[in-house]
């Protein structure tokens, strides 16, 4: 439980930050990370904590998602609607049995938007899904603390409810993580541009169905430094055929 933390984006009022903090210290988790809050510290906040202080003394605040994520290798984002961004869109079941799985060998978030307008396109595509509580569609008004407190729940049902496993030993590569992940990416997208791969066209779309991709797949810290690789010989014999082209 300890691998999980709970991240708030962007939140407008310190009294949710509080609420979030009490949500998630009955559910027996203590992490919580805050980028950009409005408003933080604030009396609201430890008021509506109701006691959860270890929560509080825990929190961690950071200007970016990047950072906030920048370790985990398992990324979920609460979203109350559709977006433009093409993601798998689970349950908060689903997203608890997926992020109980990658606790045992990785870094966890769950992400949640400001109160007001959610998880901004940008934002959720740095997450590998997106979390929709099935709220009745004709009242579907959660606040973030309630959001928060369904998510807890489920994790925890799904920490109760694991059956024992049989210890297959360490994982020869750990998962890579947010940070390796965005190098990577930045890593690609930089090679199809050396390669002349979009021949003027828009890069926007292949780039977001390659995050897609990669995200679905999961790769280790090793396949990443594989394929980054593969992206420096392609840029090498770019940088040589041009050179021959001017020459």
Request: proline share 5%; hydrophobic share 45%; charged share 20%.
């Amino acid at each position: 439980m300890q691998s999980i933390r709970f991240v708030l984006v962007r939140t407008s009022h310190p009294g949710n930050i509080g609420s979030a903090a009490r949500a998630i210290r009955t559910m027996g988790f203590s992490r919580l990370v805050l980028v950009a809050p409005h408003k933080y510290p604030h009396a609201d906040a430890s008021a509506l904590a109701a006691g959860a202080d270890d929560v509080l003394e825990g929190i961690v605040v950071v200007p970016t998602l990047v950072e906030a994520i920048a370790d985990c290798s398992l990324v979920l984002g609460c979203t109350a609607r559709r977006r433009g961004v093409s993601l798998p869109e689970i349950t908060p079941r689903a997203a608890a049995a997926q992020a109980h799985e990658a606790a045992a060998t990785g870094e966890v978030a769950i992400v949640f938007g400001n109160e007001r307008t959610g998880l901004e396109n940008e934002e959720l595509m740095r997450c590998h899904a997106a979390v929709h509580i099935p709220a009745d569609p004709g009242y579907s008004s959660l606040n973030l603390a309630q959001a928060v407190q369904v998510l807890a729940y489920e994790l925890r049902l799904a920490q109760l409810e694991a059956q024992p496993v049989v210890d297959a030993g360490p994982r020869s590569d750990p998962p890579a993580t947010a940070e390796q992940m965005e190098y990577f990416f930045g890593h690609l997208f930089e090679m199809l541009n050396d390669i002349d791969f979009h021949k003027g066209r828009s890069p926007v779309t292949i780039e977001q169905r390659l995050r897609k991709l990669f995200q679905h797949a999961t790769l280790d810290q090793r396949e990443v430094r594989i394929l980054r690789g593969i992206f420096d010989d392609a840029q090498r014999m770019a940088r040589m055929a041009k050179s021959r082209a001017e020459g």
